[in-house]
């Protein structure tokens, strides 16, 4: 328990600074002439005063209260919290890099061309596809463009009575967001009892209304869709795209690429997959990669190489625009470019092996206490039904708090939709076996305590900084700003 946790305008005291500065030697202009008199404040504006060492303290307090890979294991399902390598920050800080203005001329910075277009090349190995576009900010971002790129590739050949995308029942919420989004209709496939696709349901879905089909393999339950190549000629034959949502490709890196699979339009979550630091909607990457037929609809520019020399390109006339200012989220293609040269083929091989392999042992340890509803081998996670548990008295939500109390961060609960009381976990590859160990005796001790008392873990957590909050409450009259009591 912390018992330090006063606001820093409470702290504050009047007059006291945290900087000094000389006195000003430019002529000062009159404040008219510089903001006209309507945008002026007639108050102060009441900002807290404290010294440096004060603010210092309390925002490093604040971070103490944050749980991140850094503290400790977070097997959140679907997010691929693996453990950032510092050196991926140190690159992205070095001078070159972290002082060039995105207007210098091209000649200026050459280097940063270099390096998109080394992971362009780096990503179009690892996913088989034949270009790729780095502006896409998130996984989402990356949908909508390559929602936008199917689109645009239809109207092109004058198609354009496909107003449906299909999408299976175990995909991730954002998936039928974007879909809807981009202007489209959500046609939804159901799972068969194996959890995967199910074929014949998607085969009687399919035809000349059908834009694209989104899927992600393996699936959010961490199964493989080994259906794939049978979907795929299902789609293609009524002339719909494939679109792959790689925000699995943790589990299959360098054992099969998406554009193998029979995929037209791929994103991969760099934030993700690649190891740069996400969550908190922190800065991310949604690279988009193409097969050749759709390359001419990128974003623009694209970057090429002419022998040492490389350039924008911005002379690609059925280019659906920008989808981000400049060239994207720099500094994360970089620090995803480090981890990608660091780990090389063989290194992101073994990374998914690895996460695989701990899933699969994470889940044999788990399945002696917990309910497995989809009982075969895994890839990178796998989802538990809290549903035993819940009719004792506490749910999913509750075994998430208790493991709040334990000093774990929480599994992805209540999703995916077609799993009760869903409890994803997905442990990834950088965890110890004896870290693993920890998390499931952790929640072998979670089920003993629902046996013995349930309506106590049913309130917790009880250890941390704050306890059960009103998530309702949280989310409908959200208190934004401190209000003097
Ligand atoms: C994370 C995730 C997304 C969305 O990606 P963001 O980068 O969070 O926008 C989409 N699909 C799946 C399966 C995901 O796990």
């Not at 002529?27 to 900002?47: C, F, M, T, V, Y």
């Not at 795929?232 to 690429?257: C, F, K, P, T």
């Not at 160990?437 to 900084?465: Q, R």
């Amino acid at each position: 328990m912390r018992t330090s946790k006063a606001l820093i305008f409470e702290i504050s005291r009047p007059g006291r600074q945290g900087y000094s500065l000389p006195p000003c030697d430019v002529p000062a202009k009159p404040l008219e002439q510089i903001l006209p008199k309507s945008l002026q404040r007639n108050d102060e504006p009441g900002l807290p005063e404290l010294s440096e060492g004060e603010v210092a303290r309390h925002y490093t307090e604040l971070s103490t209260r944050n749980f991140g890979v850094d503290t400790g294991f977070y097997p959140l399902g679907s997010c691929t919290m693996k453990y950032n390598p510092k050196v991926n920050e140190e690159a992205a800080v070095l001078p070159g890099f972290a002082f060039m203005h995105p207007c210098q001329p091209e000649e200026t910075v050459q280097g940063a061309l270099e390096l998109l277009y080394n992971m362009e090349q780096g990503l179009k190995e690892l996913t088989g596809m034949d270009r790729f576009t780095l502006q896409p900010a998130a996984g989402a971002h990356g949908e909508l463009t390559g929602l936008m790129l199917i689109q645009a590739y239809h109207r092109s050949r004058g198609d354009d009575k496909r107003n449906k995308v299909l999408i299976p029942l175990s995909a991730h919420g954002t998936n039928p967001a974007t879909v809807s989004m981009a202007g489209y209709e959500v046609v939804q496939i159901p799972c068969d009892d194996r959890g995967l696709v199910d074929l014949e349901a998607l085969k009687a879905a399919v035809d000349e209304t059908t834009s694209a089909l989104m899927l992600t393999n393996p699936s959010t339950l961490g199964l493989f869709e080994e259906d794939i190549i049978e979907i795929a000629r299902a789609v293609h034959e009524v002339g719909g795209l494939l679109y792959y949502d790689g925000a699995n490709m943790n589990a299959i890196m360098g054992y099969i690429r998406p554009g193998d699979m029979g995929f037209d339009v791929v994103h991969l979550n760099i934030h993700k997959t690649l190891a740069t630091p996400h969550g908190g909607g922190g800065p991310g990457g949604g690279p988009v990669g193409v097969k050749e037929r759709l390359i001419p609809f990128l974003p623009i520019p694209l970057i090429e190489k002419n022998g040492d020399h490389f350039s924008f390109n911005y002379d690609l006339p059925g280019s659906i625009g920008k989808m981000h200012s400049f060239y994207g989220n720099f500094g994360v293609v970089i620090k995803a470019y480090t981890y990608m040269r660091m780990m090389g083929a063989e290194g992101l091989k073994q990374a998914s092996g690895d996460a695989v392999l701990n899933a699969n042992y994470l889940m044999s340890l788990l399945k002696k206490t917990y309910y497995l509803p989809y009982d075969r081998y895994c890839k990178h996670e796998f989802v538990l039904s809290a549903r035993p548990e819940k009719k004792k008295g506490a749910g999913a939500g509750d075994i998430a708090k208790a493991l709040l109390d334990r000093g774990f961060h929480p599994p992805t609960v209540y999703f995916p939709l077609i799993v009760e009381e869903a409890l994803m976990i997905e442990p990834t590859e950088t965890e110890s076996k004896e870290t693993l160990e920890a998390f499931a005796k952790a929640m072998e001790d979670i089920a003993k305590d629902i046996d013995a008392n349930a309506e106590k873990v049913a309130h917790g957590p009880y250890n941390t900084v704050v306890g059960r909050l009103d998530e309702v409450r949280a989310a409908r009259s959200p208190i934004l700003r401190w209000v003097k009591e």
